[in-house]
C-alpha cells in the first residue's frame, strides 16, 4: 500500500492524471464532489480542470471511467468555462464511450452532449455527431442517430438544426446494419414531428419499401404542434412559462401563441442540396436549339427539362439558356416546342427562385404576348411558366411589362393577362399591393370589363374580385368610382369567391395590414385594428354599398358614418380629381330660378335687383346679403340666387360699393350653401373678370377661395386660370396666379393637374407684361414647394434670363416644407378617414411629375448595327458606339424604358480591358438613370448590380466613376430592387478588397437611411462576417462601421444566429463586435412627416385622437409596422418617433399619457429586491456578469424592471437612441429627492441599468449617468443606506472599468463617485474591487486604481487592505515593474502613502522585489521624504492608539466625511507640490506627499455641505492620553521602543484625519477639529506633533476660509454667529500656530501665498460689516497677518507676497485695494529686513523679482492707476542693496537670463547711489575728501532746511505746518534720505511723522481711503497702539468738519494710560516700540485711513479688559483680539486666554 499513501495526498487535480487507475477514480470521486459544491460558476476552480476533462470522458479504465463521465456531467452543469472544452469533450464521448458495451456510460455521454446544447454549444456537439455518423463502428452511429433525435426532441427545430441531418438521412437509410437503419427511422419520424411535409422531397429517392414503412409512422405522429421542453440557459423565461403551464396541467391555453411560434415553419427547398445543371447541358446544346429541325430543338429542349427537374438549383448565369428559351417561347413556329420551353423555364423559376428574379422582365412580357396560342396543353403550360415566374419576382417589377400588354387588341391575350393578373393578386398582402400599383392596374382592367368578348369581362371582374379582397375595399373604392350598381356587385360577388394564398377571412384586409408597402414610401396603417373607425369601414360592408351609389363616387356631403366616409376619403384621386362632382344640379331656367329667389327673398329685393338708382341697387344688395346670413344651409337654392346675382347688370355693375357687396354675397352663399359646379360656372366668369380689380379684387378673390372650398380646389383652380387666359386683361391674369399660389397654400397641392397648369405657367411666362411673369414665377415656387426639383425639368428650354429668375426663385423654396393644408378639409373627408388615400397622393404628386414629362421612346435608335459595334473587336469602333449612345440619350433628355438590346451590350463593356470604355460605360449608365427617371428599377439586375462588380477594379478614378453610377440609380430607384434576391451577396461573397470596402461603405451610408429592407440582406451577413476578419485592414473597418446598420434592420438576434456557422473562435470576436455594434445601434429613420399632406390638421374630431394613439402603439411594436405620419398629425405633432421598440409614436402625448407620467416613477415591491438576490443567489436568473452586455442580460433587466419601474420611464430607459436615456436619467434625476424609498426599493436595478450605460460610446450620456450617481450616493448616505453584496458586486466592478476612460472629466467625476462609495460600503471590501480593478488591460484603469488604493490606505490604514496587507502590498509592488509610465508611478506612490501610515514594515510586507524594482521604490521613498520623524514617543501610548487606528477604520467611518475629505485634501496637496515646483521652492517640498494629481480646487472648495455630518464618537481625539508624560524612566523606552516610527505614524494619522475635518463643509466639525488642534498647540510639549503637518494644517484653513466666503456667507439659511464663531477658531488656532515659531517656518511659500490671500480677502470682505461681531474678525485678522509676516519663514513668505501681488495686478478682477493691501504688508517685510536678511535666501528673492519685472517692466507699472506698486518694488530693491551693498549683485545666480528683465540694471544704479552717499557721509565726519565740496555744501543745505523742519514738527503750535513742509521737500526731493533724522526719534514720533505726511498725501492728491497706517503695536511693552480695521470714513475729521490732528489722540492716549494706570512716560525715554507692525510707517495690512476710530474703540476695549481679566466670552468671540496686558507676559496670556475661550467653545458645542 505504500504508493498507495503516496497519491492519496495529491492535489484532486492530480490524482485525476494519475497512472493508477485507483487514483484516478479517487480524483473522479473527490472531483465530483468538488463540482457540485462550488456555488460560484465564475470560481476560479473550474478553470484548473479544463484541460482535464477531456481525459475524465475518455479514461482508459471502464470502472474510473464511468465516475469520470459522472463528473464531467456534473463539470459541464456547473462551471462558466465549460463551454471551452465543447469540442475535445464531445469527440471524446462519440469515440470512447458510444463504443462502451456498458449502457451506463452510453447514458452519461448522451446526457453529457445535451447539457453542453443546453450552455449554448448545440453547433459544437451536432458537429461532432455528425462526425461520428461516418465512424466504422455501428455502435456509436446508433448512439450518435440516437443523441441527435434525443436533442431534436427535446430542443426543437430551432436549435438543433436540421438541414445537415437531413443531407446524411438518406446515407443512413441505405446502411447495412439493422440497427442504423431503425434508429434512422426513428429519427426521420422525429423530424416529421417538427417539420411535417417538408421533409418528403430530401426522402424522395431512398428504398421504396423503407418509404412505406415511414409514410405508416408519419400517419400515426399526432397533429399538435411539439414544443421544446428542455431549453437553455438563455432561455430561462421560456422554461418558466413551460413549468407553469406544466403546473396547470399539461397543456393550458396559457402559451399557445408562443407555442405557434416557436415553431419554425420548415420550407422544403431549403433543406434540400442545389444543383449545379449548367455544366451538365449537352455540348451542343445552343447548336441544336437553333437548328433548322424541330426534332433536334426538341432534344435540347428535353436535355433542359430533365435538368430543371431538380428541386434547387445552383445559382449561376443562366443568361444565355433564358434568352435561348425565351426565343423558343417567342420565334418557334411549333406548339409543342414552345410548350416545353415554357416548362423549362417554369422548372429554372421554381429551382432558382428569387435568383430567376433578374431574368423575370425578359421573359413574361414574351410569354403574355404568346398566349394567342388557343391550344390548351400550351396555355397551360406557359400558365404554369409564368406563374412561377411570379414567384421570383414582385409585382412592381414586372408591371410595365403587364400593364403594357394589357391594351393588346387579341382577346386571348387580354383574357389571360387578367387571369393571370388575378392569381398574382393572389399571392399579394395589402402592403406588397399598395395604391401605386392598384392605381394603373384598376384603370387596366376597368377597361377589361366593358370589353366586348365576355371571356374578356369575366377575367376582368376575377382580377377585380381578387383585388378588392387582398386590398380592402377602402383601397380598391376609389377606382372603382364610376363603376355601375351591377358591375360592381358583380365585382364583389366575385371577391367573396377568392381563396387567398394567405388564407384571410372576407374583410380582414384592413383588419390584418401590417406589413409595408413595396414602394416604401406609402406607410401603412400600423397596427392590427387598433383604429377602430378605419376597421369598421372596412368591416361593416352597410354604408360602404351607399357610398359609393352617389353618383360617381367622391366623398359625400354629409356622410355621417365616418366610416362610409373614410372608405371613400380623399375620394377620387389625381386626375380624376375635377371629374366628381359633390352636387349634382342641373342648369335651371331663369324663370325657375326666379320663381325659388322669390321664395326666399323678399319681394323688394328682387324688384330692385335691376334698378337704374345705385343706392337702390345698394340697398338691395343689404337685404339680399342679411336674407342669405339667416337662412338654413338645406333651404338655400343657391343656383337661383346666383343667378338672380348675375342678372341685369350683373358683373358689368358699375358701381363698387354694390359689386363689393355683390361678390361678398357669392362668398356667402358658396360658405353656406350646398353650392354646385353648376353654380359656380354661373358667378366665375364674373369673379375672374374682377379679380385685377382695385377696389374689388379682394372680394372676388374671397369668393373664389370659398368656391373652392365648396367644389374643391383643382377643379375651381383649373376653370380660374382657363377663364383668366382666355381673356386679353393682364391684370387679372397676374391677379389669378396670385390667388392660385395662395390658395395652393392654403388647400394643399393634392389632385391638382399639374400639366395644365404647366402650359398655363408656360404662357404666362411668356406674356409681355411683367407683372404676369413675376405671378407666375410666384407660382412656380409655391409648386415648387410640393413637386421638388423635376419641376424644373419642364422649363429646361426657357430663355437663360428667364429661367435664372426661375431658379432664383426655387433657391428660396429650398429648405422650406409645404405648409399643412388649413381648408378644404372638413368636407373632402372625415379626419383621419382617407389616410392612405392621402398620404398616397402625396406621393403621387412628386411622381406625377416625372411621369408627365414628355419621354422620348429611342427603342429604334438601339439598332443591331449599333449593338454590334459596341461590342466589336476593335476598341475605337466600340468607342464609337458608345459614343453613339451618349448623344442619343442627350438627344433625348427624357427617355422611355423601352431601350432593346442596349443593356446586354452595355454589361459587356462594364469588364472591358480598357479601362477608358468601362469609365465611358459608366457615365453613360449615370445619364441613363438621369434620363429614364424611376423606370430604370427595372435594369437593377441586370445592369446595375454589374456596376457594383466594377466597384472591384483596382484603379482609384474607375471606382469612384462606379460608385457615382450606382448612387444616382439607387436615387432613382431606391434600395429595395438593389438589396432583394442574392445578388448583392454573391458580389460581397468575392475576395477582392476593393469591391468588399466599396461595397460596404455604400451599404454603410444607404442602410441608415431606409426604414425597411428585404428579408434578403440577412443573406449577405455571413460574407459581412468574413469582412470583419479579412486580411485587409480597410475592408475590417468598412465592415464593422456597416455592422450596425445592418443590425438596426435585421435586429441583433437574427445577426448573432447567423454566427452559428463560424469558427469557434471567429465566432467569439465576431460576437464580441456584435455586442459593441448593439450599443451603437442608430434606431431606424422615422417615417417622413409630410407637411403638405392634406391631413387631419385641425379638424381632427377630438375623440379620434386617443383612438390613433392607441392604433400607433399596438403596431409600431412590430418592427415593420410604420407609424403612419398622418396619424400622428391627428395627434398633434409631426411623427418622429421609431416603431421600433413599443416606443408611442406620437411625440406630443395625448391627455392620457399625460396623466401617465405623473405618478411615481419607482413602485415600490415589498420584498421585491430580496426576492430578486434569492433568484440570482439560486441561479434562477444570469448572474450580473458580463464584458459586455448581452442581449439576455439586458432582456432580463427589461423583465424585472417591468414590475417596478413606470413604463413609459422603462420605455425611456431601454429605447435604442441615446437621446432617450438622457430623457431617462433627467427624470430619474428629478425624482430622485422625493422617491427615496423607491429608489432605494429599486437600487440594485438602477445600478445595473447604470452599468448598461457604461458600455454606451455616447459621452452625454456617460456623463449624465455619472451625475444622476453623485447625487445618488449623497442622498445614500444622507439615509445612512449600504449597499447590499449583490448591489456591489453588480455594479462596481463596471464603474472602476470607466475610470480608466481617456476623458479626463469622467475619470474625475468616477473618482468622486468612488469616495462617496467609502460612505455606503465599507473600504475594506471597495479595496478588493479596486484591486481587481488593477489587473485591466487598459493602463489608465490600473494608474488610477492604484491611485484610489492609496488614498484608501492613507484614509483608513492598513486594515482596509484585503485579503491581508501582505498579500495587498505584493500585488501592488508587481505593477512597479509595469510597462506603462503612469502606473509605474502611481504603484510607486501608493507604495510610498502605505510606508508613510506604517514604516519599515512595508518592505516585510512586500518581500522579494527585482534590484531594479527595489531601487525605484527605495529612490521614490527617499525623495518623498515624508519619513516617520523620530519624536519622542511613549512606548504606553502604542496600545490605546492602536485600538484606536482600528477604530478609525471601523465600518463607522463609512457614515463620516471624513475620508471624503481627506481625499480632497491630498488632492490639494499634490496641487500646492506642483505649484511649490514652478515657484522655485526646495526645502517646503518637504512635507507633501508625493503624488501628482491635478484637480480643480475651486470646484472641490465649492461641493459644500453634501456631506452630513453626524459625526461619530470617534472625534474627539483625546490627544490628552497621546501626550501624558508616562512614568517610564526615559532612557529605558527609547532602547526599548523598536516600533516608534510605526508609533509616530500612528499620531500622524490621527492628525491627518482632525486636519482633514477641518476643511468640512459642516461648521461644527470644522470648529471641533480646530478646537483639538488649537488644544495641541497650546501645549508646548505636544505642539511638536504637528509638525509635518503644516502646510496641510493650513491648506485645510485657507480652504475652510474660502468655503465660509464662497458658500456659508451666501447661505442665507446659515445663522451668522455660527459663521462668527468659525471664524475665530480659525484665527484663533492660526494664531496659536504662528506663535511657535519653528512650526511656523515650515509653512511653504505657495501655501502662505494661498494663506494670504486668503486672509486678505477676507479683510475686504464687505459683508463682515454687517455682522455684529464683523469689527472683532476683521481685527483678529490684522492682528493674525502680523504673527504671518513676522514669524513665518521670511524667505517664504517675502516670496509668497511678490507671487501674490504679480497675481493680484495681472488679474483684472482683482480690486486695487487687494494689491495695496498686499504692497503694504511687503513694506511691513521691508521693515523687518534689517533683522532678517541674514536667514533670508536672497537668490530666491530675488529671482521672485526678477520674475516680477519681467512680468511688470518700468513702463507697463508706470502705467498703473497708483504709483504704490513702483515704489514698493524701489524701496524693497533699495533696503537691499543698502543692507547688502555691492554684494547684492552675486546673488542673481538663479537668475537663467538676467536681461529678461531690468532687475540687474537697476541694482548697479542703486549700489552706485548708495556708494555715493556713504561717502558723502564719511566726508561730513571726518572732513576729508575736498572733490565733494559742492557737494557737501548743498549738503549741508539740505541738512540745516530738514532740521528746521523737524524742529517745527517737535513743537505743538507749528506740528501741521512743519508736516506740511517735509511733504513739499519730500516731493521736490523724492531722493531725500530724512532717516538720521528720524533715527534718534522714538517710534512713535516716526510713525506720527509717516503717518501726518500719508494724511496730507491723501488730502492733497483727494485720494479715497489709503490707509494712514497704525502700527499694530505689541502687547509685550505693554503700550497699546491696536491694529487698525475696517474703513469707516474716508476723510479724517470731527465731527463740526474741522481737521484733526494727532496731537488730539494723543492727549486722549495719556488719559487712557493714566486711567489703566500705565505711567506716561515721556515718549524720548521709552525704548523703542517692539510693535508688531515694527515701523508705523509702514502700511500694514490694516484697510485704511480711518483706523483712528478703531484705535479709539480698541482702548475703550483694552481698558474693560484690565478691569475684568476674566474675559466675557460673549463679548468677543474673536480669540483673543486686542487682549492688551500690562506685564510682559501678556504673550503667554494672550494664548491662555485663546485656551479658555476654546474650552467654551467646545463645552457649548458638547
Not at 456509436?140 to 427545430?157: D, M, N, Q, Y
Not at 444622507?1278 to 449583490?1286: A, D, G, P, R, S
Request: with cysteine.
Amino acid at each position: 500500500m505504500g504508493d498507495d499513501s503516496e497519491w492519496m495526498k495529491l492535489p484532486i487535480d492530480q490524482k485525476c492524471e494519475h497512472k493508477l487507475w485507483k487514483a484516478r477514480l479517487n480524483g473522479y470521486e473527490e472531483a465530483l464532489k468538488l463540482f457540485q459544491k462550488i456555488d460560484d460558476e465564475k470560481s476560479p476552480e473550474w478553470s484548473k480542470y479544463l484541460g482535464l476533462i477531456k481525459k475524465f470522458v475518455t479514461d482508459s479504465n471502464a470502472v474510473a471511467q464511468l465516475k469520470g463521465l459522472e463528473a464531467a456531467l456534473a463539470y459541464v452543469e456547473n462551471a462558466h468555462v465549460a463551454g471551452k472544452t465543447t469540442g475535445e469533450v464531445a469527440s471524446g464521448v462519440v469515440n470512447k464511450v458510444f463504443n462502451q458495451p456498458k449502457a451506463r456510460a452510453k447514458e452519461l455521454g448522451l446526457d453529457i452532449c445535451l447539457m453542453y446544447i443546453e450552455i449554448e454549444k448545440g453547433e459544437a456537439v451536432q458537429e461532432e455527431l455528425l462526425k461520428g455518423l461516418d465512424n466504422k463502428n455501428p455502435k456509436i452511429i446508433v448512439a450518435c442517430i440516437e443523441t441527435l433525435r434525443k436533442a431534436l426532441s427535446e430542443f426543437g427545430s430551432k436549435i438543433i438544426s436540421l438541414k445537415p441531418i437531413i443531407k446524411v438521412l438518406p446515407k443512413l437509410f441505405e446502411s447495412r446494419e439493422k440497427a442504423v437503419r431503425d434508429e434512422a427511422k426513428l429519427l426521420a419520424v422525429e423530424i416529421y414531428r417538427w417539420i411535417r411535409d417538408a421533409l418528403r422531397p430530401p426522402l424522395q429517392n431512398i428504398n421504396s419499401v423503407q418509404l412505406k414503412e415511414l409514410e405508416e409512422e408519419w400517419v400515426k405522429v399526432s397533429s399538435a404542434a411539439p414544443k421544446q421542453t428542455r431549453f437553455l440557459r438563455s432561455q430561462q423565461e421560456l422554461k418558466a412559462k413551460f413549468e407553469q403551464q406544466q403546473a396547470a396541467g399539461g397543456d393550458a391555453d396559457g402559451g399557445g401563441d408562443d407555442e405557434e411560434e416557436a415553431v419554425p415553419q420548415v420550407d422544403a427547398y431549403e433543406l434540400l442540396e442545389a444543383v449545379e445543371i449548367l455544366s451538365k447541358l449537352p455540348k451542343d446544346f445552343y447548336e441544336k436549339i437553333e437548328a433548322k429541325k424541330w426534332q433536334e430543338r426538341k432534344e435540347a429542349l428535353e436535355a433542359v427539362e430533365l435538368l430543371v427537374k431538380n428541386p434547387k438549383l445552383e445559382s449561376g448565369d443562366y443568361a444565355d439558356l433564358v434568352k435561348v428559351l425565351k426565343k423558343v417561347v417567342g420565334k418557334d413556329t411549333n406548339v409543342m416546342l414552345v410548350a416545353l420551353a415554357a416548362k423549362c423555364l417554369a422548372g429554372l423559376a421554381t429551382g432558382l427562385r428569387k435568383k430567376f428574379g433578374q431574368y423575370a422582365g425578359h421573359v413574361v412580357p414574351t410569354i403574355l404576348e404568346k398566349f394567342k396560342e388557343k391550344k390548351p396543353q400550351v396555355v397551360q403550360a406557359l400558365q404554369e411558366a409564368i406563374d412561377a415566374i411570379f414567384l421570383t419576382t414582385t409585382l412592381q417589377n414586372i408591371s410595365e411589362d403587364v400593364l403594357a400588354v394589357m391594351d393588346n387588341k387579341n382577346p386571348t391575350i387580354k383574357q389571360q393577362t387578367s387571369l393571370f393578373i388575378a392569381r398574382s393578386f393572389r399571392h399579394c398582402t395589402p402592403s406588397t399591393l399598395p395604391k401605386s400599383l392598384l392605381k394603373p392596374f384598376c384603370a387596366a382592367l376597368l377597361k377589361h370589363i366593358n370589353d366586348s368578348a365576355p371571356e374578356v369581362r369575366d377575367a376582368g371582374f376575377e382580377a377585380l374580385g381578387t383585388a378588392l379582397k387582398v386590398a380592402g375595399e377602402k383601397a380598391v373604392n376609389p377606382f372603382l368610382a364610376d363603376v355601375d350598381k351591377l358591375k360592381l356587385d358583380r365585382i364583389k360577388e366575385c371577391a367573396e369567391k377568392v381563396e387567398l394564398v394567405y388564407g384571410k377571412k372576407t374583410g380582414g384586409a384592413a383588419e390584418k395590414k401590417e406589413g409595408r408597402p413595396v414602394s416604401g414610401k406609402t406607410p401603412a396603417l400600423s397596427g392590427s385594428g387598433g383604429d377602430k373607425e378605419t376597421k369598421d369601414a372596412a368591416t361593416k360592408p352597410g354604408p360602404q354599398k351607399k357610398a359609393p351609389a352617389v353618383k360617381s363616387g367622391g366623398p359625400p356631403k354629409k356622410s355621417k358614418p365616418a366610416g362610409a366616409a373614410g372608405v371613400v376619403g380623399a375620394g377620387a384621386k389625381g386626375k380624376k380629381g375635377p371629374e366628381t362632382k359633390e352636387i349634382f344640379e342641373a342648369e335651371l331656367s331663369i324663370e325657375v330660378c326666379e320663381e325659388k329667389a322669390a321664395a326666399v327673398l323678399p319681394a323688394s329685393c328682387i324688384q330692385q335687383l335691376d334698378s337704374g338708382n345705385w343706392k337702390e341697387r345698394l340697398a338691395c344688395m343689404e337685404e339680399f346679403q342679411k336674407a342669405v346670413e339667416l337662412m338654413e344651409r338645406s333651404e338655400m337654392p343657391c343656383q337661383a340666387l346666383v343667378r338672380m346675382l348675375a342678372k341685369k347688370p350683373g358683373w358689368k355693375e358699375t358701381n363698387f360699393q354694390v359689386m363689393q357687396m355683390k361678390l361678398h354675397i357669392v362668398a356667402l352663399i358658396a360658405q353656406k350653401g350646398n353650392f354646385s359646379k353648376t353654380s359656380a360656372q354661373v358667378v366665375l366668369d364674373g369673379l375672374v373678370d374682377k379679380v385685377g380689380d382695385v377696389k374689388c379684387g379682394s372680394n372676388a378673390k374671397e369668393a373664389m377661395t370659398a368656391i373652392a372650398e365648396a367644389c374643391q380646389l383643382p377643379w375651381t383652380a383649373e376653370q380660374v386660370v382657363a377663364t383668366a387666359f382666355s381673356q386679353k386683361n393682364p391684370k387679372n391674369q397676374s391677379e389669378t396666379l396670385n390667388w392660385l399660389s395662395n390658395a395652393i397654400k392654403e388647400f394643399g397641392f393634392s389632385g391638382l393637374n399639374v400639366k395644365a397648369f404647366i402650359s398655363n405657367v408656360k404662357t404666362a411666362l411668356a406674356a409681355t407684361n411683367p407683372a404676369v411673369r413675376t405671378s407666375a414665377i410666384t407660382l412656380l415656387g409655391v409648386m415648387y414647394l410640393y413637386v421638388g426639383p423635376p419641376l424644373r425639368m419642364f422649363f429646361e428650354d426657357e430663355k437663360p434670363a428667364l429661367l435664372s429668375q426661375i431658379d432664383a426663385e426655387f433657391e428660396k423654396m429650398q429648405g422650406q416644407t409645404a405648409p399643412a393644408p388649413t381648408r378644404g378639409i372638413s368636407r373632402n373627408s372625415v379626419a383621419g378617414g382617407g389616410d392612405d388615400a392621402e398620404e398616397e397622393e402625396q406621393e403621387d404628386v412628386g411622381n406625377d411629375v416625372v411621369d408627365l414629362l414628355p419621354r422620348t421612346d429611342i427603342g429604334e435608335k438601339i439598332t443591331d448595327e449599333l449593338v454590334s459595334k459596341i461590342g466589336d473587336k476593335n476598341w475605337k469602333i466600340r468607342k464609337e458606339g458608345l459614343d453613339e449612345v451618349t448623344s442619343i440619350i442627350n438627344d433625348a433628355k427624357f427617355i422611355q424604358p423601352n431601350i432593346g438590346e442596349l443593356p446586354a451590350a452595355l454589361k459587356g463593356r462594364l469588364n472591358d480591358s480598357n479601362k477608358i470604355l468601362v469609365q465611358q460605360t459608366l457615365s453613360i449608365l449615370q445619364q441613363l438613370a438621369t434620363a429614364m427617371g424611376p423606370n430604370i428599377k427595372q435594369h437593377v439586375k441586370n445592369l446595375g448590380i454589374p456596376v457594383i462588380t466594377v466597384l472591384g477594379d483596382s484603379k482609384n478614378n474607375v471606382r469612384a466613376a462606379a460608385l457615382a453610377t450606382v448612387n444616382a440609380w439607387a436615387e432613382q430607384t431606391g434600395m429595395k430592387e438593389w438589396l432583394e434576391g442574392e445578388d448583392l451577396s454573391e458580389e460581397l461573397k468575392k475576395e477582392n478588397p476593393f469591391l468588399r470596402q466599396e461595397l460596404l461603405g455604400w451599404l454603410a451610408e444607404k442602410l441608415p437611411t431606409l426604414r425597411s429592407v428585404p428579408s434578403d440582406l440577412l443573406l449577405c451577413v455571413p460574407h459581412l462576417y468574413s469582412c470583419l476578419e479579412d486580411r485587409n485592414g480597410d475592408v475590417r473597418k468598412k465592415a464593422q462601421d456597416a455592422l450596425p446598420f445592418f443590425m438596426m434592420h435585421l435586429g441583433f438576434e437574427k445577426m448573432a444566429k447567423a454566427t452559428s456557422k463560424l469558427k469557434p473562435t471567429s465566432k467569439d470576436q465576431v460576437l464580441a463586435m456584435l455586442e459593441k455594434a448593439k450599443a451603437n445601434m442608430p434606431a431606424k429613420p422615422a417615417a417622413p412627416a409630410k407637411a403638405s399632406c392634406r391631413g387631419a390638421g385641425g379638424t381632427a374630431p377630438a375623440k379620434f385622437q386617443p383612438a390613433s394613439a392607441l392604433a400607433e402603439d399596438s403596431g409600431s411594436s412590430s418592427a415593420e409596422s410604420k407609424p403612419d405620419p398622418k396619424r400622428a398629425k391627428a395627434g398633434g405633432a409631426s411623427s418622429k418617433a421609431k416603431g421600433v421598440q413599443g416606443k408611442k409614436v406620437l411625440s406630443k402625448p395625448t391627455l392620457k399619457e399625460d396623466d401617465d407620467k405623473s405618478g411615481p416613477i419607482f413602485i415600490i415591491v415589498p420584498n421585491g429586491k430580496e426576492q430578486r438576490m434569492k433568484d440570482e443567489k439560486g441561479l434562477k436568473v444570469l448572474k450580473w456578469n458580463f464584458t459586455t452586455p448581452r442581449d439576455e442580460y439586458i432582456d432580463q433587466l427589461k423583465t424585472q424592471m417591468s414590475s417596478c419601474v413606470a413604463k413609459w420611464l422603462q420605455d425611456e430607459m431601454f429605447h435604442a437612441d441615446f437621446q432617450h436615456h438622457n430623457k431617462a436619467l433627467a427624470v430619474m434625476i428629478e425624482h430622485l429627492e422625493n422617491e427615496k424609498d423607491g429608489v432605494i426599493s429599486c437600487l440594485d436595478l438602477i445600478l445595473k441599468w447604470l452599468t448598461l450605460r457604461f458600455f454606451d460610446t455616447n459621452t452625454s450620456v456617460l456623463m449624465k449617468a455619472l451625475e444622476y450617481l453623485k447625487l445618488l450616493f449623497n442622498l445614500l448616505s444622507q439615509e445612512e443606506y449600504h449597499l447590499t453584496e449583490n448591489e456591489a458586486s453588480s455594479f462596481i466592478p463596471y464603474l472602476i472599468l470607466k475610470v480608466g476612460e481617456p476623458k479626463d472629466v469622467i475619470r474625475r467625476d468616477v473618482r468622486a463617485i468612488l469616495n462617496r462609495m467609502c460612505l455606503i460600503y465599507p473600504a475594506s471590501k471597495m479595496f478588493t474591487f479596486i484591486m481587481e480593478g488593477t489587473k485591466s488591460k487598459n493602463s489608465k484603469q490600473r494608474a488610477e486604481c492604484l491611485e484610489e488604493l492609496g488614498c484608501l490606505v492613507e484614509s483608513y490604514g492598513m486594515n482596509v487592505c484585503q485579503p491581508t496587507p501582505g498579500k495587498a502590498l505584493k500585488e501592488m509592488a508587481t505593477h512597479i515593474g509595469d510597462r506603462d509610465n503612469t502606473v509605474r508611478n502611481a504603484a510607486l506612490n501608493t507604495i510610498v502613502t502605505v510606508y508613510n501610515v506604517h514604516g519599515d514594515q512595508v518592505f516585510k510586507l512586500i518581500g522579494n522585489l527585482s534590484e531594479k524594482d527595489m531601487s525605484m521604490l527605495e529612490e521614490r521613498i527617499k525623495r518623498s521624504a515624508k519619513r516617520p520623524s523620530a519624536a519622542p514617543v511613549r512606548q504606553a501610548e502604542e496600545k490605546p492608539l492602536r485600538a484606536q487606528n482600528i477604530s478609525t477604520n471601523a465600518s463607522m467611518l463609512r457614515k463620516g466625511p471624513a475620508e471624503d475629505m481627506s481625499s480632497k485634501l491630498k488632492i490639494m496637496y499634490r496641487t500646492y507640490r506642483i505649484q511649490n515646483r514652478n515657484m522655485g521652492g526646495h526645502s517646503e517640498t518637504a512635507h507633501t506627499v508625493p503624488r501628482e494629481f491635478q484637480l480643480d480646487l475651486d470646484e472641490i472648495e465649492n461641493d459644500n455641505g453634501t456631506v452630513r455630518c453626524e459625526m461619530p464618537a470617534l472625534v474627539q481625539h483625546k490627544l490628552d492620553d497621546i501626550f501624558e508624560p508616562v512614568l517610564i524612566p526615559e532612557p529605558k523606552i527609547r532602547a526599548v521602543s523598536p516600533h516608534f516610527d510605526d508609533m509616530h505614524s500612528n499620531t500622524a494619522s490621527t492628525i491627518n484625519f482632525v486636519i482633514s475635518q477641518v476643511a468640512s463643509g459642516d461648521i461644527n466639525t470644522s470648529i471641533q477639529a480646530l478646537a483639538q488642534i488649537d488644544e495641541v498647540l497650546r501645549q508646548e510639549d505636544k505642539a511638536e506633533a504637528m509638525s509635518g503637518h503644516i502646510d496641510q494644517f493650513l491648506i485645510a484653513t485657507f480652504m475652510q476660509l474660502r468655503l465660509i466666503y464662497n458658500t456659508h456667507m451666501a447661505d442665507e439659511k446659515l445663522d451668522k454667529d455660527e459663521i462668527v464663531k468659525l471664524y475665530s477658531c480659525i484665527i484663533g488656532s492660526m494664531i496659536s500656530l504662528f506663535q511657535i515659531e519653528s512650526l511656523a517656518r515650515e509653512a511653504s511659500t505657495g501655501v502662505l501665498k494661498d494663506l494670504m490671500h486668503g486672509l486678505i480677502t477676507l479683510m475686504l470682505d464687505s459683508r463682515l460689516e454687517d455682522l455684529e461681531e464683523g469689527e472683532q474678525v476683521i481685527r483678529s485678522v490684522n492682528l493674525l497677518v502680523v504673527k504671518v509676516l513676522e514669524k513665518s519663514d521670511q524667505t517664504n513668505i517675502l516670496s509668497a507676497l511678490l507671487v501674490l501681488l504679480q497675481d493680484s495686478l495681472l488679474a483684472t478682477a482683482s480690486s486695487p485695494k487687494f494689491s495695496e493691501l498686499v504692497m503694504k504688508c511687503l513694506w511691513r517685510m521691508v521693515r523687518l529686513l534689517p533683522e532678517t536678511i541674514n536667514s533670508i535666501n536672497l537668490d530666491r528673492i530675488l529671482l521672485d523679482i526678477h520674475i516680477f519685472m519681467k512680468v511688470f517692466p518700468k513702463e507697463k507699472l508706470k502705467q498703473c492707476k497708483s504709483e504704490f506698486p513702483i515704489r514698493t518694488l524701489k524701496t524693497l530693491l533699495h533696503t537691499l542693496c543698502k543692507l547688502k551693498g555691492p554684494k547684492i549683485l552675486d546673488h542673481l545666480t538663479m537668475i537663467d537670463n538676467k536681461n529678461e528683465s531690468e532687475l540687474e540694471a537697476h541694482l548697479c544704479r542703486v549700489v552706485k547711489h548708495s556708494m555715493d552717499q556713504s561717502g558723502n557721509k564719511a566726508d561730513k565726519d571726518t572732513e576729508k575728501g575736498a572733490s565733494r565740496i559742492e557737494e557737501k555744501a548743498s549738503k549741508a543745505k539740505v541738512n540745516d532746511i530738514l532740521a528746521e523742519i523737524f524742529k517745527k514738527i517737535g513743537s505743538k503750535e507749528n506740528t501741521k505746518e512743519g508736516l506740511a513742509e517735509l511733504y513739499e521737500y519730500k516731493k521736490k526731493y523724492s531722493d531725500a534720505d530724512i532717516e538720521p533724522f528720524l533715527k534718534n526719534s522714538s517710534q512713535f514720533f516716526q510713525s506720527y511723522v509717516e503717518r501726518g505726511l500719508r494724511l496730507i498725501e491723501t488730502e492733497r492728491e483727494g485720494k479715497g481711503r489709503i490707509a494712514a497706517s497704525t502700527g499694530i503695536s505689541s502687547q509685550m511693552e505693554g503700550t497699546c497702539v491696536p491694529a487698525s480695521t475696517h474703513t469707516v470714513s474716508s476723510s479724517i475729521g470731527n465731527s463740526n468738519g474741522e481737521e484733526v490732528g494727532p496731537s488730539v489722540y494723543l492727549e486722549r492716549l495719556k488719559i487712557l494710560r493714566q486711567r489703566c494706570g500705565l505711567d506716561n512716560a515721556k515718549q524720548e525715554d521709552r525704548p523703542p516700540l517692539t510693535s508688531l507692525l515694527s515701523k508705523p510707517a509702514l502700511p500694514t495690512v490694516a484697510s485704511s485711513t480711518d483706523m483712528l476710530h478703531s484705535k479709539l474703540s480698541q482702548l475703550r476695549e483694552s481698558r474693560e479688559q484690565y478691569q475684568h481679566l476674566d474675559l466675557d466670552s460673549n463679548q468677543t468671540h474673536s480669540s483673543g483680539i486686542g487682549t492688551t496686558l500690562a506685564s510682559p507676559s501678556s504673550a503667554a496670556a494672550n494664548i491662555d486666554d485663546l485656551k479658555k475661550r476654546l474650552e467654551r467653545i467646545k463645552s457649548s458645542r458638547k
